[in-house]
């Protein structure tokens, strides 16, 4: 149910009249797939590097690793041309689907849903780098890196699948300054690849829209055996994907003391931002309590929330404005709790209350209605297909 007031702001991303010709997103996952390689210096290369380190104006050399770069993220078929005049010393990096795709029912929201599982190879070239001081080249080399990951997705025929590589990055976790000979054999590097991968096929809607977010890579496919996949038209995934869209959304930051009824006496500080662009994902949620009373020991702890239940976000109408509710799972200090968080922006100010709960069930904490003395956190009503009066003939 939906609840107006004029004088509450819409938040952006709200759904308005569109006229397009699309590609129709049918799936949409990012993740990043991280790969540890080890380096091995040739005998021809130590020789370089130990005789650049008997020069004391070269100390220290660096190790660097150059990973290829990558296009923006959009648009999303961005990809290189592969003519003969480029460099031939340009890294290169792919994408691809490896065998054909196949189906499978994995379990999400409850339920059961049909869903495609594809493996995709993800390959990159690296320049690894030793330079003196000055930042001369001492000695270099290209290695390749690769990983093979497979996805579960809403893959159905007639669609297209797109993997994109966004970012790759390389650490070298053992450091990257050389200072003594010898000179080391080997060393580790670790490469992380930045996936966006959606599914899509061309259609034309007339449509009332808004922006998509991505979704969390949270499928697990179980052993199946091959099936023959079946003649129609491609389906859409309700289940999987779009997610539920949020009736409102909060954000801001604020400060201070715990109400009358409170389980602890002292300041609580809440950083706010759940349904950035009306969609749980990359929501957050941190608080920290400063206990007043230190004469039995301290109980002033730092909470970070992990999870969002969708089932349990409600937005409510007050007397002056306009009321979220979530709950969820967390950490305090290493351990894991349950969560109730709500927050109301009126004409008054901020006003919130946290409730941190054990495993069993008892109450660790209930910061009872907190007046925000610093600082304020927004409530914004988010436009829903809910809100849209369909013309029924």
Not at 39 to 68: G, N, Y
Not at 106 to 134: C, K, P, W, Y
Not at 217 to 238: G, H, R, S, T, Y
Not at 349 to 367: K, N, P
Request: charged share 30%.
């Amino acid at each position: 149910m939906s609840h107006k007031k004029h004088k509450i702001p819409k938040a952006q991303n709200s759904l308005q009249d569109e006229c397009i010709r699309v590609q129709k997103v049918y799936d949409w996952v990012t993740d990043a797939l991280t790969v540890r390689k080890t380096v091995l210096f040739t005998r021809e290369q130590i020789c370089e590097i130990e005789e650049a380190m008997e020069d004391p104006s070269r100390r220290p050399l660096r190790i660097i690793c150059e990973p290829p770069e990558t296009p923006p993220i959009f648009p999303l078929n961005n990809r290189r041309s592969h003519d003969h005049d480029h460099d031939d010393d340009r890294l290169e990096f792919i994408c691809e689907q490896v065998g054909e795709k196949r189906d499978v029912t994995v379990s999400t929201n409850g339920g059961f849903v049909d869903a495609q599982l594809v493996e995709l190879l993800i390959s990159t070239d690296l320049r690894i780098l030793v330079v003196d001081r000055h930042g001369c080249i001492v000695t270099k080399s290209n290695i390749n890196a690769s990983v093979f990951e497979s996805f579960v997705l809403c893959y159905p025929d007639g669609t297209d699948l797109f993997c994109k590589v966004s970012k790759i990055f390389c650490r070298i976790p053992s450091g990257t300054v050389l200072l003594n000979s010898p000179a080391p054999e080997s060393f580790d590097i670790e490469i992380t690849f930045c996936l966006d991968i959606q599914v899509e096929a061309e259609v034309k809607l007339e449509v009332l829209a808004k922006f998509c977010s991505p979704r969390d890579n949270d499928l697990i496919a179980p052993d199946v055996v091959d099936q023959c996949p079946k003649v129609e038209f491609p389906p859409q995934c309700p289940d999987i994907f779009p997610r539920p869209n949020c009736d409102c959304a909060a954000e801001g930051e604020a400060s201070g003391e715990t109400g009358e009824d409170a389980t602890h006496s002292g300041e609580l500080a809440v950083l706010v931002n759940i349904c950035p662009d009306c969609s749980l994902v990359d929501s957050e949620l941190r608080a920290s309590f400063r206990d007043e009373d230190n004469s039995d020991g301290s109980d002033s702890f730092d909470f970070t929330a992990t999870t969002f239940d969708q089932d349990t976000l409600c937005c409510e109408k007050t007397k002056d404005g306009l009321k979220l509710i979530i709950s969820g799972e967390g950490k305090v200090d290493g351990r894991t709790v349950d969560y109730n968080f709500a927050v109301v922006d009126g004409d008054s100010g901020t006003q919130y209350q946290l409730q941190l709960i054990d495993r069993r069930g008892r109450t660790l904490f209930d910061s009872d209605v907190v007046e925000a003395e610093e600082g304020e956190v927004k409530v914004e009503d988010c436009v829903t297909f809910d809100d849209i009066k369909m013309k029924r003939v």
